[in-house]
Every structure is written in C-alpha cells, then in structure tokens.
C-alpha cells in the first residue's frame, strides 16, 4: 500500500556531514508526523528528529543543534540533514511516516528498510 524508499546513507569522516531522504510512495491521502529513527549495534532503536506535516520539529538531545530535519509536503520526502557528524551516530537510520490512507481514510505507521551511516576516519 505504501512503501518508504530511503537514501543517502554510506561512510563518513568525523566531522563531515551527509544528507538522508526517504520518499513515500503508494495509496496516500495525507501524511501526519514524519521522523527518522536510528539503531547502533546492540542498542534499542531511537528517535532522532520528528517534523509535523505543519513544520514543527522535535530533536533527540544527542543530535540537537547538529541535525536538521525538513519535509517537502508535495513530494512526501522527509529529508535529514546529518553535520558535525560523530562516531556515535553510526547506525541504521530509519524513516518513519503516519500516513492516512487514500480511500480508507486508515492511519498506519510505516517503516522504510533503513540506511547505513557509518563515521569513521
């Protein structure tokens, strides 16, 4: 019904910077809250930046002033805009979306396959 294709991950020096999208695709009639979420090797996934369909952005502490999340309504892309990056953010990220589905008028949650993002020297 509904499919999340993420990008943009791959391997990264300390300090750099790299941009993930995620486009959603399939029976939408609207998209609530869009987020990215991330899981490190034997750690519990979570949240790192959230963005309402109105703009309003809520970050994790460990990324604040160093992510920047942003959403083009129309192409029903959410963007994660990843500077300043550190060792410890490497994980899988994932894209999360709260879509109302075309004709059913149903709310679901859906998942992308997640991206690698590695930081390393």
């Known amino acids: 019904q509904v499919q999340l294709v993420e990008s943009g991950g791959g391997l990264v020096q300390p300090g750099g910077s790299l941009r993930l999208s995620c486009a959603a695709s399939?029976?939408?009639?609207?998209?609530?809250?869009m987020a990215w979420y991330r899981q490190a090797p034997g750690k519990q996934r979570e949240l790192v930046a959230s963005?309402?369909?109105?703009?309003?952005?809520n970050y994790a502490d460990s990324v604040k002033d160093r992510f920047t999340i942003s959403r083009d309504n129309a192409q029903n892309t959410v963007y994660l805009q990843m500077s300043s990056l550190k060792p410890e953010d490497t994980a899988v990220y994932y894209c999360?979306?709260?879509?109302?589905?075309?004709?059913?008028?149903?709310?679901?949650?859906?998942w992308g396959q997640g991206t690698q993002v590695t930081v390393s020297s």
């Open positions: 963005i309402t369909s109105g703009g309003s952005t």
């Open positions: 399939g029976s939408i009639s609207g998209i609530n809250t």
């Open positions: 999360n979306a709260y879509v109302t589905l075309r004709f059913t008028f149903q709310s679901k949650a859906y």
